[in-house]
C-alpha cells in the first residue's frame, strides 16, 4: 500500500489537495459517542487503525486486510483445509469469513501455480467477494478522514491523558500544537524556537496536539511518485494525470478534483438534511422497532413455552407407554415364573422317594387288597400321566418374550422429522359486505376453511393520512371473528387488517381493507308512522325501519274506471327526527326491485304540501316536481329550496338536471349503489348524496335549511327503503355479538 506523502509546502493552486477535516456547524455538534458503531472495523471490532477503503466502499484496518490475506493464502497452500483455516494465530476472523476464505480457496490454485491466483477478497461489512485487482493491497486508497475521526475518539477517551511536547528537556511539558509537516508535538516555547519567523518551517501546518500525523498530499496508488488531482466519475475514486493518460482510466469520464469536491459536499449536505429532517419519522421506526424487539422476545417465550407443553405431552404418552409395557411384561413374567415353577414342583415328584413317587411306593406296601385297589386306581392314572409327560417334555412357559418387543420404527421416523408447524393457520379474510364504518367500525373477518383453527385474533387498523410516510398500527386483542371500533374521526380513510393465532404460532396477515367514514357523525332516526302517510300505499315494518310500496285495494276495486295508463301517485313518508343545526349522515338501501324512490330532505314548512297536495304522476296534465318549490329549474340555482329530493329507480340513480350537469341524459344517469347515503350540513346549507359503500359524493345541492329539516322518502309503485342499522340504532352503535 503506498502511503508516501510529500512533505513540501504544497502549491498555491493545490490548496484543495490538502485534506483539512472541515464540517458544517449543524454536523460539529455530533458526539463522537454518537458515531461509535461507525468507528468499528467490522473483522476485528475495534477501532480502525489505518483504515483501507475497499471497492466496496467498506472500511476495514490495514493490518486486518492483511491477517485476511494471510488465511488466504494459508488456505491456497493446504487446499482449502478447515484445520488450516482455523489454526491461524494472526487474527480471529469470524467463520462466515473463513466459509467464504474456503470457497474462495477452493476456486482458486496452488501457491506454485504459474497462473495467477484469484484476486478475491471477502469483505466482513457486506458479506461478498470483492476483486483487488492485480496491485491487490497495494491499490487501496488509506481512509483518512475515518482515521482522524478515530484518533478525535480515542483523545476524547483519553482527555485526561495529555500529549506531552517531543522537544522539552526532562521534564516535558504540555504541548499546546502539532506540527503536521514535521509530524511532532510542541509546547509554546519550543514551537518559537523550531518554526521561527521569517524561516520556511514558519509556514508550517499546525494543529492542536495530536498523535495522528497523516500525509498532507493523498499519492496515486498506481503511480506511486503522483499525487492525486482528479476523480474518476465511473470508478467514483480520485486519480492522477497518468490514470488518465495510459492507465485503465484512461476512456473514462474524470473531472477536476475541486468540482468532485464541491459536487460531492453538496450532495452530501443535502442527504445529511435528509436524514436531519426525517427525525421525528426515524425516531417513529425506532420505537417500533423497540416495540418489535419486545413483541419478538414476548413470542420467543410462549414459544418456549408451546414447545415445552408439546413435548411435555409426548413425554406424558410415553411414559404412560412405558409404564403400561413394563407391567404387561412384568404380569407375563410373573405367570410365566408360576407355570415353570409348579412344572418344576411336579418333575421333582418323580425323583425316588420323592413326591409321586415316594407316595407310590408306600401305597405299594398296603396288603390289604381292598384298601390297595381302591387307592391304586387313581394313582395309576397319576403315574402314567407323569411317565407320558416325561417322554413328550415341554417346558409349561416360554422364557423368550419376543410378543413384548416395541416397534418404534414408525414413531422414531415421526419423531424425526417433527418440526416447526408455522403455516397451520389459515389467513383470515376481512368481510366487506359484513363490515360496515359509521360513528362506530364494526369489523367482521372469516376463515376460508370450515373449522376455525386460530384461538384469538389480532386485528390493527391505522388512519390513512397523505403526510406520513410511515404508518403507526393501532392492535386490538379479539376472541371472536368481529370487532366494533370507537374514536374514529369523520370523513376520513382507515385501513384494517387482521392475522390468526393459535399459542405462539400466526397466521399471516390479511390483505389490507381500506374503508371510509361518513363526512359527518350519524344521524339517528326512524320512519315516522304518525306524519300522515298513506297506510294503503305504504306498509311499515313494526320496528318501522323499512317501508315497503304497495298498490292497495282501492286502486283495484277502481281498476275497471281506468281507460289508459295507471293513475298512481308519490306516497311520502318522512324521519321521526328533525335536524336545526350541524352536519348529520344517514344511510340506507333501496331494493333493486324498486319501480320509483325518491329521497332527500324537506323542511318543516313543505311537509304538509306534500302529503295534501299528491298528483297523478301519468296524468297528461301533471308537469313533474322536480323537488322544489320553483317555477323552473334555473330558478332553484339561483336561490336555496326548502326541499331537495333526487330520482331512483330501476336500479338507477338519476342526477337532477342543473346548468352544470352534462346535457347528455345518459350521462346523469349513474348504477344504484348499494348503499346510499345522505350527509346534510344544516351551517352551510349543503345536501349530498352519497355512494355509502365507498363514501363518495354523487351529487350535492344548496337547500334552505332556515327551519327544521326532516330526512324524506317518496315511493311508487313496487318499492322498498330500509334504513341502516346503524341510523336505527341509538348513536350508531354497533354490538360485537352482532
Given amino acids: 500500500m503506498q502511503t508516501t506523502c510529500s512533505c513540501a509546502p504544497s502549491l498555491a493552486g493545490s490548496r484543495f489537495l490538502r485534506l483539512h477535516w472541515f464540517l458544517p456547524l449543524s454536523v460539529t455538534k455530533v458526539t463522537i459517542k454518537g458515531i461509535e458503531r461507525e468507528l468499528i472495523c467490522p473483522a476485528c471490532k475495534e477501532l480502525f487503525t489505518h483504515p483501507l477503503i475497499l471497492p466496496c466502499q467498506h472500511n476495514v484496518c490495514h493490518k486486518c486486510v492483511k491477517e485476511i490475506l494471510f488465511a488466504l493464502e494459508d488456505a491456497f497452500a493446504d487446499g482449502g483445509s478447515e484445520s488450516s483455516n482455523q489454526s491461524s494465530p494472526r487474527i480471529k476472523i469470524s467463520s462466515s469469513s473463513m466459509d467464504r476464505i474456503d470457497r474462495i480457496s477452493r476456486s482458486g490454485r496452488k501457491r506454485n501455480s504459474l497462473t495467477p491466483r484469484s484476486s478475491l477478497f471477502p469483505c466482513p461489512g457486506c458479506q461478498r467477494d470483492i476483486d483487488l485487482g492485480e496491485r491487490g493491497i497495494n491499490g487501496l486508497f488509506r481512509n ?23 522537544f522539552c528537556k526532562p521534564p516535558p511539558q504540555e504541548s499546546t500544537k502539532s506540527c503536521m509537516d514535521c509530524s511532532a508535538s510542541y509546547c509554546n516555547e519550543c514551537f518559537k524556537i523550531h518554526h521561527p519567523w521569517g524561516t520556511v518551517k514558519a509556514q508550517h501546518e499546525y494543529v492542536g496536539p495530536t498523535t495522528n500525523f497523516r500525509p498532507k498530499i493523498l499519492m496515486c496508488p498506481e503511480h506511486e511518485m503522483e499525487r492525486v488531482n482528479m476523480y474518476c466519475e465511473l470508478c467514483r475514486r480520485p486519480v492522477c494525470h497518468l490514470c488518465k493518460l495510459g492507465g485503465c482510466h484512461a476512456n473514462h469520464r474524470v473531472t477536476t478534483m475541486s468540482t468532485a469536491y464541491k459536487t460531492l459536499k453538496e450532495k452530501l449536505s443535502k442527504d445529511i438534511e435528509y436524514l436531519i429532517s426525517k427525525e421525528s419519522q426515524v425516531k417513529a421506526h425506532i420505537t417500533q422497532l423497540d416495540l418489535l424487539l419486545k413483541e419478538t422476545e414476548c413470542n420467543s417465550e410462549r ?12 413425554s406424558h404418552v410415553l411414559e404412560e407407554k412405558k409404564s403400561a409395557a413394563l407391567k404387561a411384561i412384568e404380569a407375563s413374567k410373573n405367570l410365566r415364573l408360576e407355570k415353570l415353577q ?13 413326591g409321586l413317587v415316594g407316595y407310590a411306593q408306600e401305597v405299594l406296601k398296603e396288603t390289604d387288597p381292598s384298601f390297595f385297589v381302591q387307592t391304586a386306581k387313581q394313582l395309576h392314572v397319576r403315574i402314567q400321566k407323569a411317565t407320558e409327560s416325561l417322554k413328550n417334555f415341554r417346558p409349561a412357559a416360554e422364557t423368550t418374550f419376543e410378543d413384548f418387543v416395541v416397534d418404534i420404527a414408525k414413531q422414531e421416523d415421526i419423531l424425526g422429522d417433527l418440526a416447526f408447524h408455522s403455516n397451520g393457520l389459515e389467513t383470515p379474510e376481512i368481510n366487506e359486505e359484513q363490515s360496515r364504518v359509521y360513528n362506530k367500525a364494526l369489523i367482521s373477518w372469516e376463515c376460508p376453511g370450515k373449522t376455525d383453527s386460530a384461538d384469538t385474533y389480532v386485528l390493527e387498523y391505522h388512519k390513512l393520512n397523505r403526510e406520513e410516510e410511515s404508518a403507526t398500527w393501532q392492535e386490538i386483542k379479539v376472541c371472536s371473528k368481529s370487532k366494533v371500533i370507537s374514536d374514529l374521526d369523520d370523513n376520513s380513510s382507515y385501513a384494517f387488517r387482521v392475522r390468526g393465532y393459535k399459542g405462539s404460532i400466526c397466521s399471516p396477515w390479511s390483505r389490507e381493507v381500506i374503508l371510509h367514514t361518513p363526512p359527518a ?26 317501508v315497503e310500496s304497495r298498490a292497495g285495494f282501492p286502486l283495484l276495486l277502481g281498476s275497471e274506471h281506468m281507460q289508459v295508463g295507471c293513475y298512481t301517485t308519490l306516497d311520502y313518508i318522512i324521519g321521526d327526527t328533525g335536524i336545526a343545526k350541524g352536519q348529520h349522515f344517514w344511510a340506507f338501501h333501496v331494493e333493486a326491485y324498486s319501480y320509483l324512490v325518491k329521497v332527500g330532505v324537506v323542511s318543516s314548512s313543505k311537509i304538509q304540501k306534500l302529503f295534501h297536495n299528491t298528483h297523478d304522476v301519468t296524468s297528461p296534465r301533471y308537469e313533474q316536481d322536480s323537488g322544489h318549490d320553483s317555477g323552473t329549474e334555473d330558478a332553484f ?34 348504477p344504484l349503489p348499494s348503499c346510499l347515503g345522505i350527509c ?16 363518495k359524493c354523487l351529487y350535492e345541492s344548496k337547500v334552505d335549511c332556515s327551519g327544521m329539516m326532516y330526512p324524506a322518502f317518496a315511493l311508487m309503485g ?11 340504532a341509538r348513536y350508531g352503535e354497533y354490538h360485537d355479538d352482532i
Avoid at 313496487?718 to 336505527?728: K, R
Fill in 718 to 728: 313496487g318499492a322498498a327503503v330500509h334504513l341502516e342499522e346503524a341510523v336505527t
Fill in 521 to 546: 357523525p350519524v344521524f339517528s332516526f326512524l320512519f315516522d308512522d304518525k306524519c300522515g302517510y298513506n297506510s294503503e300505499h305504504l306498509l311499515l315494518n313494526p320496528r318501522r325501519t323499512s
Fill in 144 to 166: 483518512f478522514i475515518l482515521e482522524t475521526i478515530v484518533e478525535r475518539y480515542r483523545q476524547a477517551a483519553r482527555a485526561a491523558i495529555a500529549i506531552m511536547c517531543d
Fill in 637 to 670: 340555482f339561483d336561490s336555496s329550496q326548502p326541499v331537495t329530493l333526487v330520482t331512483l329507480g330501476m336500479k338507477k340513480f338519476f342526477i337532477p338536471m342543473t346548468p352544470a350537469s352534462p346535457k347528455d341524459p345518459a350521462s346523469r344517469i349513474l
Fill in 680 to 695: 346534510l350540513d344544516c351551517d352551510k346549507g349543503k345536501v349530498g348524496f352519497y355512494d355509502a359503500g365507498r363514501m
Fill in 342 to 354: 409348579t412344572q418344576a414342583e411336579e418333575y421333582q415328584g418323580l425323583l425316588e422317594n420323592n
Fill in 303 to 314: 414459544a418456549k413455552e408451546e414447545a415445552s407443553r408439546s413435548f411435555e405431552k409426548l
